[in-house]
């Protein structure tokens, strides 16, 4: 089967290290199932893999890619859960597994025709969600979700900074909190992305780092160095800011100072369970929101998708088709 798979990394040409071929086609282990992806989606997971940042290079090759949608081997439409962990040995919570790993990080992952995951890991595909914006939801949204509603427990009337408009996670942030009836603000360096933050529903969209009507009571953080003093500037006293990346570096000044004085919370948030993948089905099947999608590519176009996101030109998320399987 034709599949994307990364076999070097480099920091300065991270896509002379991704490479599509003919690998095998994967068969299940006693307690996984066989995927047949129909649709599968970028994330900066697999750029990062590629630069060499949090994959050790003896792991590679290993085929990218986390999101997908598919038919299992019965024939049952679903949407793979990306983080294959125990959620015993995190309390409850897989994504607190010391051992959880993200597909494409021990485990091939999902730019390809086939791929295999444990059984736990499929979600039925609701009939009323396309292939396409089923391949957006497993990281992107479900980060999104997770930071919002289970970390910062954001609810009606909450005032929310977003900050990278555009971004996978930060586009989704905007519309699922926009669904929750929070008052939400953007930033973005890109005139073209703050006016799509607007079209989704966002009160005001501004320049990056320029000041906002008012303190917010929760921030979406997934920049990093460039927006960190601006996300702790605009936060109001015991207001939360939640990090789930950080695009532009990953220490900024700490400014301990204020995050005391004004009993700031600064929490980390890594992917979701598949009971919050399950709650935010329910929550886009009630509210109407859907994933926001660029583009569609085919597999074989996975190079130029990549140099997209890497130049910052994508607006929500990038699909990606496999060929069809071969008998």
């Given at each position: 089967?034709?599949?994307?798979?990364?076999?070097?990394?480099?920091?300065?040409?991270?896509?002379?290290?991704?490479?599509?071929?003919?690998?095998?086609?994967?068969?299940?282990?006693?307690?996984?199932?066989?995927?047949?992806?129909?649709?599968?989606?970028?994330?900066?997971?697999?750029?990062?893999?590629?630069?060499?940042?949090?994959?050790?290079?003896?792991?590679?090759?290993?085929?990218?890619?986390?999101?997908?949608?598919?038919?299992?081997?019965?024939?049952?439409?679903?949407?793979?859960?990306?983080?294959?962990?125990?959620?015993?040995?995190?309390?409850?919570?897989?994504?607190l597994?010391?051992?959880?790993?993200?597909?494409?990080?021990?485990?091939?992952?999902?730019?390809?025709?086939?791929?295999?995951?444990?059984?736990?890991?499929?979600?039925p595909?609701?009939?009323?969600?396309?292939?396409?914006?089923?391949?957006?939801?497993p990281?992107?949204?479900?980060?999104?979700?997770?930071?919002l509603f289970?970390?910062?427990?954001?609810?009606?009337?909450?005032?929310?900074?977003v900050?990278?408009?555009?971004g996978?996670?930060?586009?989704?942030?905007?519309?699922?909190?926009?669904?929750a009836?929070?008052?939400?603000?953007?930033?973005?360096?890109?005139?073209?992305?703050?006016?799509?933050?607007?079209?989704?529903?966002?009160?005001?969209?501004?320049?990056?780092?320029?000041?906002?009507?008012?303190?917010?009571?929760?921030?979406?953080?997934?920049?990093?160095?460039?927006?960190w003093s601006?996300?702790?500037?605009?936060?109001?006293?015991?207001?939360?800011?939640?990090?789930?990346?950080a695009?532009?570096?990953?220490?900024?000044?700490?400014?301990?100072?204020?995050?005391f004085?004004?009993?700031?919370?600064?929490?980390g948030?890594?992917?979701?369970?598949?009971a919050?993948?399950?709650?935010?089905?329910?929550?886009l099947?009630?509210?109407?929101?859907?994933?926001?999608?660029?583009?569609?590519?085919?597999?074989?176009?996975?190079?130029?998708?990549?140099?997209?996101?890497?130049?910052?030109?994508?607006?929500?998320?990038?699909?990606?088709?496999?060929?069809?399987?071969?008998?």
């Amino acid at each position: 089967m034709l599949a994307a798979t990364a076999i070097s990394q480099s920091a300065t040409d991270p896509l002379s290290g991704l490479v599509l071929r003919d690998v095998p086609r994967p068969e299940p282990r006693p307690g996984w199932s066989r995927v047949r992806v129909e649709a599968s989606s970028l994330n900066m997971h697999d750029l990062w893999t590629l630069r060499g940042v949090g994959h050790p290079a003896d792991r590679l090759p290993i085929v990218l890619g986390c999101d997908a949608a598919g038919y299992d081997d019965d024939g049952n439409p679903v949407i793979v859960h990306p983080v294959i962990g125990d959620p015993d040995a995190g309390g409850g919570d897989e994504t607190l597994d010391p051992n959880r790993a993200l597909l494409s990080e021990r485990h091939d992952g999902t730019f390809a025709e086939y791929l295999v995951v444990p059984t736990r890991n499929l979600v039925p595909k609701p009939a009323w969600l396309s292939f396409d914006e089923a391949a957006c939801l497993p990281v992107a949204w479900t980060t999104a979700y997770r930071m919002l509603f289970t970390q910062a427990r954001t609810r009606a009337g909450d005032r929310v900074l977003v900050q990278g408009a555009g971004g996978g996670v930060a586009s989704a942030a905007i519309r699922l909190a926009v669904a929750a009836g929070a008052v939400v603000y953007a930033t973005s360096r890109s005139e073209t992305k703050r006016a799509e933050a607007l079209s989704w529903g966002a009160r005001a969209a501004l320049p990056t780092g320029e000041r906002l009507p008012e303190r917010v009571d929760v921030v979406i953080e997934t920049v990093g160095e460039a927006t960190w003093s601006h996300s702790l500037k605009s936060l109001r006293p015991g207001g939360t800011v939640v990090v789930a990346g950080a695009t532009s570096g990953a220490n900024p000044p700490a400014d301990l100072s204020r995050i005391f004085y004004l009993q700031q919370r600064v929490l980390g948030s890594t992917g979701c369970t598949r009971a919050e993948l399950v709650a935010m089905l329910r929550m886009l099947e009630a509210t109407g929101v859907r994933p926001v999608i660029d583009r569609v590519l085919s597999l074989s176009g996975i190079h130029k998708g990549f140099q997209l996101m890497i130049d910052g030109e994508l607006t929500g998320k990038l699909v990606i088709h496999p060929p069809a399987p071969r008998q």
